[in-house]
């Protein structure tokens, strides 16, 4: 049945609504109430022309791609072509297009009859040849012309289970519409399964700070309980493990396989309850590793004895005089019996130096520490490791090897953590990997695990009992360094 031209009006006044609110539209549509993650994704694909979307399993990612691909067909002025590739047909017609054809058979009868719907493609019955939805499979190298072929006003790329999809795709064909048509846009989703790849790129590599980003996780729908992580967490093999971050986290594997530290003893750390209590006799040790604005990020790790006792701290922004006010309020801030068995081990190459002198003057107490010089620990570990810093990792590992210790679930601790790999240099001595190679693997600076091997530069047998260093300056002292 035709609309009169009254209702044409009121249809358009509410296209224009729909334009600038894609939530509005599945709420009206479908009767589909979008969570705020799923909201979060709207807004990047309205305002951008790159949209990179990582997400884990039962958040409703492949729901909210299908209201965008009905939105494109309805709202958008001009031809409109929405093409949607993956790498398995399985994948594309088990997934985002029967989510397609569900939301199709949610709607209105008079909006179904605006469209003629097949197994393969939507179009609308007033523009088919011009304004479409379709899926296929990536094709082979030698057939990627047909989809650099691909033209329109409004030209939508949506590449689902995109970690799988074969980096020559991107290469050769599937960014060509970017700089050729009006209103381009190329959307990736996809559970991240691996760390390489071009998806992983938009993430963590020369090309990322280009592309706008969404991370989905389990927790974004408000039906997954604690129960429910619980149980995850024993089905995938604990909190730390690959298949849990994946799947529940919504990020990228952690590549451990070869690592310094075996994967198993860092998972086995996460959050566990069943380890002994520190030590009172032994110091709290605060590891910093300092940046610089702009750079990478100050980070601090706060370890007694067999537990790293509270979520790693970062930074960014500061320069050194900013940081070392925060370091020191944040001791200052202290019970004095606690900040007497407090000491601060600080990375005092390059930058540090500034720091370490700075929580000096303060009268913090403070340990200098140069991750670059000579082993420190006994002759036999001279002997061993080239330099300190690989002395500081190998104490981690035998840390972690105790199997009584209790780490919280910081991501990127964790990654950084079984980043390393070690070998033996030309001398036989002990090598890890070295924080540039750690940082173009990671794509970012491993600051939290180097935070962490800060507090392994500290003696602690030399703090047990009647500690070395003078009494801790009061606040009223500092009244003079504000």
Known sequence: MAMTKEQEAQFDALLDIYRKDIPAFALDMFGS???????????????????????????????????????????????????????TQDNLTNGIWNEVELLYNRMDPFFQDGFEFSATEAKRTNNSAACYATWRTIPLPEKMGSIAGIHADNNFIFVDEAADVDDIAFEKALQNHLTADINPKLVLISNPRKASGFFYETWRGNIAEQWTKVHGKMTDNPRVTQEDLEYEA?????????????????????????????????????????????????????GVDPAGPGRDRSTIVKRHDNHIVEMPIEYRGLNIVQLSYKI???????????????????????????????????????????????????????????????????????????????????????????????????????????????????????????????????????????????????????????
């Open 33 to 87: 109430q979008l969570r705020p993650k799923q909201i979060e994704f709207c807004n990047a694909f309205l305002e951008n022309k790159r949209v990179t979307f990582k997400g884990g399993v039962g958040f409703g990612k492949t729901h909210v791609l299908a209201v965008v691909v009905w939105w494109a067909l309805f709202c958008c002025k001009g031809d409109t072509k929405v093409s949607l590739f993956g790498p």
């Open 234 to 286: 024993k089905q995938r093999g604990g909190k730390g493990s690959n298949s849990y971050i994946v799947n529940v986290e919504g990020d990228f594997p952690t590549d451990s396989e070869e690592g310094l530290i075996p994967a198993s003893l860092i998972e086995m750390a996460i959050e566990r309850k069943d380890v002994g209590l520190p030590s009172p006799s032994r110091p709290k040790i605060w």
């Open 328 to 482: 020191r309020d944040m001791w200052i801030a202290l019970p004095l019996a606690e900040r007497d068995h407090t000491i601060i081990a600080v990375d005092a190459n390059g930058l540090g130096r500034g720091l370490y002198d700075n929580l000096q003057h303060f009268g913090v107490n403070v340990a200098k520490v140069t991750t670059q010089s000579s082993p420190t620990r006994v002759r036999e570990a001279k002997e061993q490791f080239a330099k300190l810093r690989d002395q500081l990792w190998w104490q981690v590992r035998e840390w972690f090897e105790t199997e009584d210790v209790s780490i919280p679930y910081c991501m990127d601790l964790i990654r950084e953590l079984k980043s390393p790999t070690w070998a033996y240099d030309n001398r036989g001595k002990t090598k890890v990997e070295g924080k540039e190679e750690m940082k173009k693997r990671l794509k970012v600076s491993p600051d939290y695990a180097d935070a962490l091997c800060l507090t392994f530069a500290v003696d602690e047998k030399r703090y047990i009992g009647k500690y070395s260093w003078k009494h801790s300056i009061r606040p009223d002292d500092l009244r003079w360094a504000e």
